[in-house]
Structure formats: structure tokens, C-alpha cells
């Protein structure tokens, strides 16, 4: 959107206690306020009213097919990373009627499907998943072909990025160059210290409507030390980080490896559940369902999230295309990471982990890169 | 809309709880407009008239477990331009399968104090092992919501939408957090066909399948991470085994952990 960072706003130092304020001038400015809270012992995002309902001292244990919410020992706002829904849910609904239609005498009368949208802060998005916001930007709304129901519901979104300053067990943002440092697209980016009893945000506008609810919140000019700090941080992050994907000629490299083996092994414990593509934040394939009522008078269709893992997914005249689970996820791995290139310009993965963690069989998208990449086969004669 | 005829709908028993039927009186706010749209021309669960002796739609609940009903449903399907199958003991063979798996002789001894009396089949079987099917209605029971998109599918024309992929689709298309990966609870949802709307995992409980299996299942993979999560051979058969037991992908994982 219109929200590329500009640095030239200064700096300010906010602390912890004040991050009410924050919220207050968010909701004095007509947002509604989506953020992490937890729920079902997980972090979701569902809409918040105070500073109160964030997970303080919470943080998350991803692995392989594997989540858990503990405890921290300090008080962090934001120590952990991100959970099982990303922010795609608000702006690309799992389910919305498209349009409906009416019987009228010979013919029918097809109206849009009405929706109102409120002015939404999404606070605490980060900077993997504010990556992820850029990327459907460029596939929903960047071209002459427009997602309409995308469009409108952007248009209404305010971003407080937070930067991450300690990395979850399945992040690999560096592969993607996503994070951990939020680079652009954010009205205000917070970075959270907590050092030696000091708890404190330091807050960058990146817009001038981030800037003016700024200038609402109690703060103090940051310091140079304030600055370098939470740039070490930031830096302390990338370097914790240990899963990682080889991205050099990737494209090239699964181009070539259509036939390698390794997808046949990775079909054994693919569960072709569909999983990872509804936790990935940047999958955006959808089924559109045409319902009749019983009288046939009224006629609705729906658009809602499908997944290149069902059978119906690639299903033309005669059957299915990608009948074997071995060919769904090899084009959906295919996809992410290579075939978006050519179809958009960048990858379509921003190394959030989420297909890690919530796969119920444990499948690592990085390991299954590294395998292909280290057993190369190259393409040769049939 | 103009219809020259209400199309004559005809609901038949067999072996089974009559729990999938009820649900079609259990549309309560659509029970009307169902009425309004078909001729109930023959459901001894709702009415003793029966019209006529051909109908337009027959909705077929329960499995084929006794040689009289491995009969009647050949005159059932002769009688019926369109037959669909609703609920696991029509499309599967229901809970009462779980007699495939033993001698059902042994049971009839041990049950009744005159077996003689009894005459069933070894097996229980569905529909589709009998006669021709039109469409198939997963769920024990069936999801009455879907069951009136058949109906109306039916009465326009047009294919039912009723997916054929994961639970776990419906868990995310609804926000439920995954029991499996973020509390450790063993869920068939990842081989389990869609259709009831995530109920068990709405409620933080593992999926059983009630369903059956979705498209495409890939239940060793499933079985492998019930291991990892500490299930013991004998509750990953016993999971297997229940209203879908024999459905043929988790009859044969079943099998597998069969000692």
C-alpha cells in the first residue's frame, strides 16, 4: 500500500506502562485493535481493547509438528513469535458470499454480496508476516486483475509492526530476507527492550498518520544508546536463528529437479491434510461454490480458502491433474519458491515457519530443500 | 419456480439406528421448505402414507446385514431413478462391521437365547457392495445442513458441494487451533472426510472419524505421529475401527496393527 517507511520521523523511547496509550490513541483514531491474545493455549489474533488482553509474559515452543505456549521469566509483551493463523484470515476471509442471485419472472437479478469493513489496526504483525502482506499485495491487488473484497479490507488497515528480538525454533525470516527487522511497510515499527529492570518500546514512524498517533503516546526522545541497543537486538535475533534455506539459483535448482526422489519420499508422510497452506500467510488459492436453496429461487456463490493439496484443487474435465500427493506437494513447494518468481517477481515464501509447526506429520519445508539441493539430480535424458 | 410434478422423495431403512433419517426431520426451519419442494411419498419414520410405488429420489440409510435385506434393496433401487446412500452404515458398513472383523456365528451364540431364530449375513456391508449408487452422504450421522445441499442439489440440477478433503480444512476455515500439533492429542482430521463441521476438535477432542476417509488418506503417516504423540498399537486399531471400520483405507491400517 501507500505506507512505505520513511525513516525521517524520530525516534522515541516509550515505556512499557505507556503502551496503553498507544492503544487508546489507536481506538481514539477509529481502529479496531487486532493483536496476539491467547486463546485455546495457543496465540491467536482476535481483537483487543487494552494492552491488558496481550500475552505478557508468554512466549511459544515451535518444533516439527509441534506448539506450545509457556511461561516466560520476565514480562514481554511480545516473546514470542507467530501463531497458527496469520493476518491473511482478515484480509482474505476463509469464506465470503462473492454475490448473490435472485429469480425474477424469466430471468434473474445477480446483486454483489454487501460488506462493511471498519478502519483496523494490525498491531503487533511481524516483520515475516508484514512480507507476506506485500507479497498479496502484489498478487491480490498488484496487476489490472483486482480482488476486490482484498482491496477494500487493505485499504482499511493501519500497521504496528513489531520487530522480533528473539526467534522461534522453526523462523528462518533471514533465508527470506523478511526479518527480523521490519524494513518498510509499516505506519509504526516497536522494538521491545527489557534490560536490567528497564522495560521499554522503541517507537519509529514510518508514516505520517503512524507518526501523529505517535505524537498521542507519552515518550522520550531515544537516546543513541536506545537506538544501538535495539538494533542489537534485532541483529542478536538473526543470529539465534538456525533453520535456514539455501535460496541461491533456487529457482533454476527445483526447475531441474521436477523427477528427483525425494518428493516420492516426502508423499509418505505427507498427510495431503492441506495444513501448511492455510497457515501459510501468503497461499491465497480459493474454491468458488455455487449454492441453490430448496425452491430454487435464490442462488449464492462463495469463495473460500482451498489448498492445492485436494484432489478437487486441480480437477478438469476428466479428472484430476495431480492425482498422486507426490505431485501436490512438489507443486506446491515448486510454487512457493520458484514459480512465484517467474509469476510475481519475488518468492512466495517469507520463512515464518508456520507450515513447519503445523503440519501434523512434521514435514520440514527446509530439510526438503536442502535434500533436493544436495542430491541434485542433473536433468537428463529420459 | 415452475415444476410440472413435485419429484417423489422415498426414505428406506436398513440396518441402522435410524439416526441419518431423523436428521431430515431434524431440519426444523428447512422441514417446510423440504416439504414444500418434494412429495414425501414414502418414510414410515414420518408418515404411514406411501404414494405410488416409483420415486424420483430414494435416500437409502443403514448397511446389508441379513439375505432379506441383501433383496429388498434390489427392489428398492429398481423403484428409485435416483438412490442416494446417507450416513457411515450405508456408505461403509457402520459400527455393525465390526462383526467383519470376527465369526458372527460366535456372537449369535453368546447374544441370543435361541440362535436358530437368527439369520444374518457374515458381513456387514454398504450400499454400493449391492446395487448402484448415485451419490454418497458421509457422516455418522450425516450433517443435516448437507443433506438439504444434496436435496437441493438434487431438486436444481447441479453437483452437491460436499468436499471430499481433509477435517482439517473445516478446522481452519473455522479458526480452531490444531489439537493435534498444539496440544498433543491424537486426531484422525488429517485422514478423516469432511462434512461435520470440526465438532470434536471445536471442543479440543481428537477427530474420530466419523466421517470416514477423506480423499486420498494417508493413514501410516497419520499412525506414525499417533506413535510419536504415545499411542499404543491397540488404540490406533480401536481408532480405525469405529462407525467406518470398513471403509477400505481404515480397514487396512487396522489390519496393520492387528496382532
Known sequence: MNNSAKNDYPP???????????????????????????????????????????????????????????????????????GPYSWKKFLFPPSTAILEAKRTGNGFQVSAAAETVSPTAFFGIRPCDLRALQILDRVLIGSEYRDPIYQKRREQILIVAVNCTEPGGNCFCTSMESGPGAA????????????????????????????????????????????????????MAARKISKKIDTADIKEMLYANAEHPRWEDVAKQCLSCANCTLVCPTCFCANIDDYTDLTGETATRVRRWDSCFTLDHS??????????????YRQWLTHKLAAWHDQFGSSGCVGCGRCI???????????????????TVKAKAI | MIHKKKPKLAVWKFASCDGCQLSLLDCEEELLAVAGA????????????????????????????????????????????????????????????????????????????????IDTLNKSTPISDHVAVDFELRGCPINKYQLVEVLSAFLNGRKPVTPRHSLCIE?????????????????????????????????????????????????????????????????????????????????????????
Open chain 1, 315 to 328: 480437477y478438469i474435465h476428466g479428472g484430476s491433474i495431480r492425482s498422486s500427493v507426490r505431485a501436490r
Open chain 1, 184 to 235: 518498510e511497510g509499516y505506519d509504526i515499527v516497536l522494538t521491545e527492550m527489557i534490560d536490567a529492570g528497564q522495560h521499554n518500546f522503541l517507537a519509529q514512524a514510518g508514516t505520517e498518520r503512524g507518526n501523529l498517533i505517535l505524537q498521542q503516546v507519552p515518550s522520550e526522545k531515544a537516546t543513541s544508546d536506545a537506538l544501538k541497543s535495539a538494533a542489537e537486538a534485532v541483529q
Open chain 2, 171 to 259: 478446522c481452519k476455515l473455522k479458526g480452531n487451533v490444531c489439537v493435534m500439533v498444539a496440544h498433543g492429542i491424537p486426531c484422525l482430521g488429517p485422514v478423516t472426510h469432511a462434512g461435520c463441521g470440526s465438532i470434536c476438535p471445536s471442543y479440543a477432542r481428537g477427530c474420530y472419524g466419523c466421517f470416514g476417509p477423506k480423499e486420498t488418506p494417508n493413514t501410516s503417516a497419520l499412525s506414525a505421529q499417533w506413535e510419536k504423540l504415545g499411542s499404543s498399537p491397540i488404540s490406533i486399531k480401536r481408532a480405525f475401527r469405529g462407525f467406518n471400520a470398513f471403509a477400505d483405507a481404515f480397514r487396512k491400517e487396522s489390519e496393520l496393527y492387528e496382532k
Open chain 2, 38 to 117: 418434494v412429495e414425501i411419498a414414502n418414510f414410515p419414520e414420518a408418515s404411514r402414507a406411501v404414494v405410488g410405488r416409483t420415486y424420483d429420489l430414494s435416500l437409502v440409510e443403514g448397511s446389508i446385514t441379513t439375505p432379506h435385506d441383501a433383496e429388498r434393496i434390489h427392489k428398492v433401487r429398481r423403484a428409485s431413478k435416483f438412490l442416494v446412500t446417507i450416513g457411515a452404515c450405508a456408505t461403509s458398513g457402520g459400527i455393525q462391521a465390526l462383526r467383519n472383523f470376527k465369526d458372527v456365528k460366535e456372537f449369535i451364540s453368546i447374544v441370543y437365547a435361541t440362535p436358530a431364530y
Open chain 1, 12 to 82: 522515541g523511547l516509550i515505556r512499557a506502562d505507556d503502551l496503553e496509550h498507544l492503544l487508546k490513541a489507536l481506538g481514539a483514531g477509529g481502529f479496531r485493535i487486532q493483536a496476539p491474545v491467547i486463546r485455546d493455549q495457543s496465540i491467536v489474533i482476535d481483537e483487543i481493547k487494552s494492552a491488558g488482553e496481550l500475552p505478557a509474559g508468554w512466549t511459544d515452543e515451535q518444533n516439527r509438528g509441534h506448539y506450545r505456549i509457556k511461561r516466560r521469566s520476565d514480562n514481554a509483551y511480545f516473546g514470542y513469535v507467530v
Open chain 1, 357 to 375: 509447526t503445523w503440519c501434523p506429520s512434521g514435514i520440514d519445508i527446509t530439510e526438503e530443500v536442502a535434500a533436493i539441493r544436495s542430491g
